[in-house]
């Protein structure tokens, strides 16, 4: 994953700690068994995580954690999933119509670091990797 270690050598971190909340939930995702990491670097409009587990066959990820890039001095996360792959007991996430390639989805966006919500995000990645893993 070089392209990743390569644009967090560049990322300078900031007040609202949100390379520390990236950095949390891409160790998370790469610790999964089974599962590849795609890496999309758009500078100026976004850096993304694409996992896939190995069992997938219709879908080419079941998240995609994205490093908004529209000010890179003030940079914040938006990871989304499958409106059909993870639940939101605690009505966290923006339901996106259409808007996870195509599919309806939930996204969770972190502005700044909080313990809590990257847990949250994290029990919401499980979630979508138990249903990755028995597609």
Avoid at 25 to 49: C, N, Q, W
Avoid at 91 to 114: A, H, K, N, V
């Amino acid at each position: 994953m070089k392209e990743i270690d390569a644009f967090l050598e560049t990322w300078e971190e900031t007040d609202t700690r949100t390379k520390q909340a990236f950095m949390e939930l891409k160790d998370h995702i790469l610790a999964m068994e089974g599962v590849t990491v795609e890496f999309i670097a758009r500078p100026g409009v976004s850096y993304s995580l694409r996992p896939q587990h190995a069992n997938q066959t219709e879908r080419t990820l079941f998240a995609m954690a994205d490093v908004i890039d529209d000010d890179p001095s003030a940079r914040w996360l938006s990871v989304c999933f499958y409106g059909d792959m993870v639940t939101d007991p605690d009505e966290e996430g923006d339901l996106i119509p259409e808007g996870l390639l195509g599919s309806d989805g939930y996204c969770f966006d972190l502005d700044e670091y909080e313990e809590k919500g990257v847990a949250y995000i994290k029990e919401r990645l499980n979630d979508a990797y138990k249903a990755a893993k028995a597609s």
